[in-house]
T-cell receptor, first 116, second 111 residues
Framework: DGGITQSPKYLFRKEGQNVTLSCEQN?????MYWYRQDPGQGLRLIYY???????QKGDIAEGYSVSREKKESFPLTVTSAQKNPTAFYLC???????????????FGDGTRLSIL | AQSVTQLGSHVSVSEGALVLLRCNYS??????LFWYVQYPNQGLQLLLK??????LVKGINGFEAEFKKSETSFHLTKPSAHMSDAAEYFC?????????FGAGTRLTVKP
């Protein structure tokens, strides 16, 4: 079955440490997204990518970095500059058809990051 | 800029009762609207979407939503709640590939 795989499901970070969250999709989608979810705040966009080797900052990109070297993969690095990284991180993908924004996003099951 | 507001962060209904989750949108152009459901420690699953065809949209699990332009609303309903409907529900608006989510409504179903 096609889908999005996020790993690990739970991740712990020490102070001053960078950690990388994995996101892989086999849906052949062009666009991929990273969201941060905090209780009562819905989903906030961190980064998105519409094509390989290109990505754009979302609303809360500070302290995060991404790469898009392959269509299937969009890893997110939470750097030590992100002072409040404890959250649930969701990766999503969608078909990208130019400026037509009616394509739903498909989500992975998330990674929960905590500070030790 | 577009946005959605979900009225009520928590809704509680009895099993078998009507479910009504409210969503109002703000958009300067005709929007595309979505409802998603999230179960604990999982990602979001698409319930239904409105893309300017029929204003009454039927989704999975017996849910439906009606697009009302005059009220800028896209409320989600289900005639009879089931225990398995307990989850968090998110309304989202999208245009030009910019999807914005509401803060979510947690639905509790009492036996």
């Amino acid at each position: 079955d096609g889908g999005i795989t996020q790993s690990p499901k739970y991740l712990f970070r020490k102070e001053g440490q960078n950690v990388t969250l994995s996101c892989e999709q086999n849906l052949n989608h062009d666009a991929m997204y990273w969201y941060r979810q905090d209780p009562g705040q819905g989903l906030r966009l961190i980064y998105y990518s519409q094509i390989v080797n290109d990505f754009q900052k979302g609303d809360i990109a500070e302290g995060y970095s991404v790469s898009r070297e392959k269509k299937e993969s969009f890893p997110l690095t939470v750097t030590s500059a992100q002072k409040n990284p404890t959250a649930f991180y969701l990766c999503a993908s969608s078909i990208f058809r130019g400026q037509d924004g009616n394509q739903p996003q498909h989500f992975g099951d998330g990674t929960r990051l905590s500070i030790l | 800029a577009q946005s959605v507001t979900q009225l009520g962060s928590h809704v509680s209904v009895s099993e078998g009762a009507l479910v009504l989750l409210r969503c109002n949108y703000s958009s300067s152009v005709p929007p595309y609207l979505f409802w998603y459901v999230q179960y604990p420690n999982q990602g979001l699953q698409l319930l239904l979407k409105y893309t300017s065809a029929a204003t009454l949209v039927k989704g999975i699990n017996g849910f439906e939503a009606e697009f009302k332009k005059s009220e800028t609303s896209f409320h989600l309903t289900k005639p009879s709640a089931h225990m398995s409907d307990a989850a968090e529900y998110f309304c989202a608006v999208s245009r030009f590939n910019d999807m914005r989510f509401g803060a979510g409504t947690r639905l509790t179903v009492k036996p």
